[in-house]
């Protein structure tokens, strides 16, 4: 019985442990965009969204800022939260390319028409 208990100690200190590394949502965000980006890349790779180049760039730097998020908990906590601005900054470069893109796209073929 003491090994029981023991053992549910220990499980409960690991746990408390990373939920002090690792706040859940954080995680969530980061498994929801890893999966969002399976079908992008997906349909990226068909040739589908090809155009849409700046936008897919944009989601991998977004995707890159969550992956930061999670990994300051670990250690580093001020080099991996200023990567994680930074990604967030050229993910906000990118989507401002790809709007501009857009609005190129858009004023050629009112003037072609």
């Known amino acids: 019985?003491?090994?029981?208990?023991?053992?549910?100690?220990?499980?409960?200190?690991?746990?408390?442990?990373?939920?002090?590394?690792?706040q859940e949502s954080e995680v969530i965000n980061l498994l929801m965009a890893i999966i969002a980006l399976g079908v992008?890349?997906?349909t990226f790779i068909?040739?589908?969204i090809l155009h849409y180049r700046f936008f897919f760039f944009g989601f991998l730097a977004m995707?890159?800022?969550?992956?930061?998020?999670?990994?300051?908990?670990?250690?580093y906590t001020a080099f991996f939260d200023a990567i994680e601005h930074i990604?967030?900054?050229?993910?906000?470069?990118?989507?401002?390319?790809?709007?501009?893109?857009?609005?190129?796209?858009?004023?050629?073929?009112d003037r072609s028409t």
């Open 1 to 22: 019985m003491l090994l029981t208990n023991s053992f549910y100690t220990g499980a409960h200190l690991l746990i408390d442990e990373l939920r002090d590394m690792f």
């Open 40 to 42: 992008i890349l997906f």
């Open 46 to 48: 068909r040739g589908e």
């Open 63 to 75: 995707i890159s800022g969550y992956f930061f998020t999670v990994i300051e908990g670990i250690g």
């Open 87 to 109: 990604s967030y900054a050229v993910s906000g470069f990118f989507f401002m390319l790809g709007v501009f893109q857009l609005h190129r796209q858009e004023q050629n073929r």
